[in-house]
């Protein structure tokens, strides 16, 4: 199994959401915790449609 560029940028975006959303809680900036959640969310997502899309390739193998 080999990884694509939608699994590695996703993940990568929803561990930049995860940190972006703690420091928003430590400092108490709820503007900014809500753009980390946000992000997290949207990095997620673009996980899985790295994830189907993989799975899409290697059962087509």
Do not use: F, H, P
């Not at 900036?29 to 997620?44: P, R, W, Y």
């Amino acid at each position: 199994m080999s990884i694509n560029k939608d699994q590695v940028k996703g993940r990568v975006e929803e561990a930049k959401g995860s940190i972006k959303e703690a420091t928003g809680r430590v400092v108490g900036d709820a503007t900014l915790e809500a753009k980390g959640n946000i992000q997290k969310n949207l990095g997620k997502v673009q996980a899985k449609v790295g994830d189907i899309k993989q799975d899409l390739k290697d059962s087509a193998k």
